[in-house]
């Protein structure tokens, strides 16, 4: 069991005063803003890279090496912090991810730089998940969204700064300063968890589980470079389908490894038996594909359609962080003052659900109020509901289990933005090869590429639309628990009492 230090005035339920959680708070933001941040700032620059190095054939793996480690990894933090404690495993994820950023900024080639990334995502995959369990521990559940508001806008803010952020620097200084550029922001990180953070951890005499991990890692990793590889050709090659089916028994092995033979599963199968649980991992997946579905193509539309630099391509963001922000704030304030999740849940994805649709009708000559409309309606439903699936998830399990539940939640998101970008991205790779086969056809290619991309991308888009729907209706499905006030929620039973009305 985890319990907070008491202090001097804390705050109702908690061992902290509001002033301390605000400190600890900003230790944990930059923690996640490290990870959320190497999810889309080295885009801009991997255009310089793969020049620099002579081999624009290995770009790709710059994104997909820290994915896969990252995506893989997280799951295993959540248990071992739940045994070890979360301070130490997260400072030690800090110290991880710099190290990691230190060497892809000194990378000397492109084979060194996808391992160093590799290494990045090692430390990332704690980074996030982590961060929100110290919250669990911190805050008790009615007064989270208080306070998790904020975590909803460092991600969204990191979602859309990080191609702002990189497409600066690489234009006003090197593409080496995308990594250096963590490493004031880490070690500030460290200073402040280190200093103000308390938790007293009860040790557990506990064994881990080694052959779960092997499984889930390794059947997680091959079907992911399975997707990664079938993105890339836009076709389900050979090599796609074998890498995807072995992963998918090795994955098989490990839910079966975990069911009947692990003392200390990795991820309870029992957990899926709360309806929560279980209803708030769809829905993650889902909108962590859309989600990232959502910005990743955004840069790129800018840059190759409207010919604007990689600086100005992410200022061009700035709207739909702005919808984010507004949202992620007021929605945890309002979660807080009413104790109900479940509306902003279902609000957020039926925004979403038109967001989506929209960019599905971008074209060569969109206006720039219109764009910037999109991006706020598609980052207003964001931000509504973003951060909310971790708090459902975290107020319906036991203290003992908040480590491997928000993990849970984290690595479901990552995982559906991996899947969503290879998925989306080899959607509007043979449609633009199709269209501007037919524009050449029918025009001459008179209207040339930009025409054909924009096409490509709008029909990924429109092939996202239906998976908004689908989650916009499971949202429904979401049982509601009413928020207790109490931090301690150890003796809560797997079983969630009768849920609040809707």
């Known amino acids: 069991m985890t319990t907070t230090r008491p202090v001097s005035?804390?705050?109702?339920?908690?061992?902290?005063?509001?002033?301390?959680?605000?400190?600890?708070?900003?230790?944990?933001?930059?923690?996640?803003?490290?990870?959320?941040?190497?999810?889309?700032?080295?885009?801009?620059?991997?255009?310089?890279?793969?020049?620099?190095?002579?081999?624009?054939?290995?770009?790709?793996?710059?994104?997909?090496?820290?994915?896969?480690?990252?995506t893989v990894t997280t799951p295993l933090y959540g248990k071992i912090s739940d045994l070890f404690g979360r301070k130490r495993i997260f400072q030690f994820t800090i110290v991880l991810f710099l190290a990691g950023s230190a060497l892809s900024g000194l990378a000397g080639s492109m084979y060194q730089l996808i391992v160093f990334r590799g290494i990045q995502g090692l430390g990332a995959g704690g980074l996030m998940a982590l961060a929100l369990s110290i919250v669990g521990d911190?805050?008790?559940?009615?007064?989270?969204?208080?306070?998790?508001?904020?975590?909803?806008?460092?991600?969204?803010?990191?979602?859309?700064l990080g191609p702002l952020i990189g497409g600066f620097l690489v234009d006003e200084a090197s593409w080496r300063w995308v990594f250096y550029v963590n490493l004031p922001i880490g070690v500030v990180a460290l200073v402040v968890i280190n200093r103000v953070l308390h938790l007293d951890h009860q040790a557990k005499r506990a064994q881990i589980d080694w052959t779960g991990a092997v499984l889930l890692v390794t059947g997680v990793a091959l079907f992911l470079v399975g997707v990664q590889t079938a993105g890339e050709h836009a076709s389900l090659t050979t090599a796609a389908m074998v890498y995807g089916a072995v992963g998918l028994v090795l994955v098989g092995?490990?839910?079966?490894?975990?069911?009947?033979?692990?003392?200390?599963?990795?991820?309870?199968?029992?957990?899926?038996?709360?309806?929560?649980?279980?209803?708030?991992?769809?829905?993650?997946?889902?909108?962590?594909?859309?989600m990232l579905g959502a910005i990743i193509f955004l840069p790129q539309y800018m840059q190759t359609v409207r010919g604007v630099s990689p600086t100005v391509s992410g200022l061009r963001l700035l709207p739909m962080l702005a919808g984010m922000l507004i949202t992620s704030i007021a929605s945890g304030r309002l979660m807080t003052k009413t104790g109900r999740y479940k509306v902003f849940i279902v609000a957020g994805n039926g925004v979403l659900v038109v967001g989506i649709f929209l960019f599905s009708l971008l074209t060569v000559t969109t206006s720039f109020w219109v764009f910037s409309g999109?991006?706020?309606?598609?980052?207003?439903?964001?931000?509504?509901?973003?951060?909310?699936?971790?708090?459902?998830?975290?107020?319906?399990?036991?203290?003992?289990?908040?480590?491997?539940?928000?993990?849970?939640?984290?690595f479901f998101r990552t995982l559906g933005g991996a899947v969503g970008a290879s998925v989306l991205g080899a959607i509007l790779i043979e449609s633009e090869r199709n269209a501007l086969t037919h524009e050449i056809a029918r025009h001459g290619g008179r209207l040339g590429p930009l025409y054909a991309y924009t096409h490509g991308m709008d029909h990924a888009y429109l092939w996202a639309v239906p998976g908004a729907i689908i989650s916009f209706v499971l949202a429904f499905f979401l049982r509601e628990i009413k928020l207790r006030s109490a931090s301690d929620i150890s003796a809560r039973p797997l079983e969630p009492p009768e849920p609040a009305e809707l």
């Open 9 to 70: 005035s804390p705050t109702a339920g908690t061992g902290y005063t509001h002033r301390q959680i605000l400190v600890i708070m900003s230790g944990l933001m930059l923690g996640m803003l490290l990870a959320a941040l190497d999810q889309t700032i080295v885009s801009t620059a991997l255009t310089t890279i793969s020049r620099d190095f002579h081999r624009p054939d290995l770009y790709s793996w710059v994104v997909t090496s820290y994915l896969l480690t990252s």
């Open 138 to 160: 911190v805050i008790p559940p009615r007064e989270r969204g208080r306070y998790q508001g904020y975590f909803g806008g460092v991600f969204g803010a990191a979602s859309v």
């Open 253 to 290: 092995a490990f839910l079966w490894w975990e069911a009947k033979h692990a003392a200390e599963p990795i991820l309870p199968l029992r957990l899926f038996r709360n309806p929560v649980f279980s209803v708030s991992l769809a829905l993650t997946f889902l909108t962590g594909a859309i």
């Open 374 to 410: 999109m991006l706020f309606l598609a980052g207003f439903g964001l931000g509504l509901f973003m951060q909310m699936l971790v708090v459902a998830v975290q107020n319906g399990l036991p203290q003992s289990e908040m480590g491997v539940g928000t993990s849970a939640v984290m």
